[in-house]
Nanobody
């Protein structure tokens, strides 16, 4: 079993910054992708940013230029530095890890609330 524990959410004013962290533990395949998704009520969960164990990054258009994803492979931890936050960034942010080792495996964190006030 794999567990993901997120931290770093909270309330911030527009233009401010937050840093999310997510630590994964358990039986984790070394070649994997870790990412951050977000969801607001009534909408589908959407990708914010993802990073492979090799360091390749992918960002949603809404995150480009403002958010930076990074990871520490030794700690199985992924970070999301969010700058220039906007009210529309308000959502529950979920950490994800997935990989393929003959089968597809995906695990989610419990989510952390990010609220950006105008």
């Amino acid at each position: 079993q794999v567990h993901l524990v997120e931290s770093g959410g909270g309330l911030v004013q527009a233009g401010g910054s937050l840093r999310l962290s997510c630590a994964a533990s358990g039986s984790i395949f070394s070649i994997n992708v870790m990412g951050w998704y977000r969801q607001t009520p009534g909408k589908q969960r959407e990708l914010v940013a993802a990073i492979t164990s090799g360091g390749s990054r992918n960002y949603a258009d809404s995150a480009k230029g403002r958010f930076t994803i990074s990871r520490d492979n030794a700690k199985n931890t992924v970070y999301l530095q969010m700058n220039s936050l906007k009210p529309e960034d308000t959502a529950v942010y979920y950490c994800n890890i997935d990989w393929v080792d003959g089968a597809y495996w995906a695990y989610w964190g419990q989510g952390t609330q990010v609220t950006v006030s105008s």
